[in-house]
């Protein structure tokens, strides 16, 4: 069964660096999502993408983060200076279409900011 | 605001039936789903529900929705030691965002 594979899967950062989390969709799915999850609290979405840009966005998505979809198999969130609470499972998704087909999620990417 | 809740643990005999709850609180939401995530891994879907059906069954897995009570559950027959896992159930809002519960820890004891 086809899945979305992250890379690398645990990322460990200097606080203020930048890091780029790559994330291979499932290949005909149209729509890619970030979610993120804080050790101990709840599985939180950051932001979807489609059609080349933005769609969605959550209020934790700020200037220090951005996605890119740089050609057409990966799909990256990349994460500016970042700080102690960056720290967190980033999770990446993909689906079909938007309002009624599943998200299929990766195994996710361990990222610890020291 | 909205949310979507779920009890934290539950401990469960090998054999026996699972049966994880949910409540959530937007009525606007699509889908409902059931997703599993064992140590280091990521979210694997189980199942979900579209919201204008009220049971939806697969193999050993169950799902009920009260959509007046906003009330969702996974029933788990003859649970093995291989479902141990934490289960997160999950809303769909806007296009296909979703809202996740905290999930639960399901431990099955032989």
């Known amino acids: 069964e086809p899945e979305v594979t992250q890379t690398p899967s645990h990322q460990v950062t200097q606080m203020g660096q930048e890091v780029i989390l790559r994330c291979v969709p499932i290949?005909?799915?149209?729509?890619f999502y970030w979610y993120r999850q804080i050790l101990g609290q709840k599985v939180e979405f950051l932001v979807s993408?489609?059609?080349?840009?933005?769609?969605?966005k959550s209020e934790i998505f700020d200037d220090q983060f951005s996605v890119e979809r740089p050609d057409g198999s990966n799909f990256t969130l990349k994460i500016r200076s970042t700080k102690l609470e960056d720290s967190a499972m980033y999770f990446c998704?993909?689906?079909?279409?938007?309002?009624?087909?599943?998200?299929?999620f990766g195994n996710g990417t361990r990222l610890t900011v020291t | 605001g909205e949310d979507v809740e779920q009890s934290l643990f539950l401990s469960v005999r090998e054999g026996d039936s699972s049966v994880i709850n949910c409540t959530y609180t937007?009525?606007?939401?699509?889908?409902l789903y059931w997703y599993k995530q064992e140590p280091g891994a990521g979210l694997q879907l189980l199942t979900y529900?579209?919201?204008?059906?009220d049971m939806k069954q697969d193999q050993r897995l169950t799902v009920l929705l009260n959509k007046k009570d906003k009330h969702l559950s996974l029933r788990i027959a003859d649970t093995q030691t291989g479902d141990s896992a934490i289960y997160f159930c999950?809303?769909?809002?806007?296009?296909?965002?979703?809202?996740f519960g905290a999930g639960t820890r399901l431990t099955v004891k032989p």
């Open positions: 998704a993909s689906s079909y279409r938007d309002r009624d087909s599943p998200l299929h």
């Open positions: 290949s005909n799915h149209l729509y």
């Open positions: 993408f489609y059609n080349n840009e933005i769609s969605e």
């Open positions: 937007d009525s606007s939401s699509t889908y």
């Open positions: 529900i579209f919201s204008n059906m």
């Open positions: 999950a809303e769909s809002y806007n296009n296909n965002d979703m809202r």
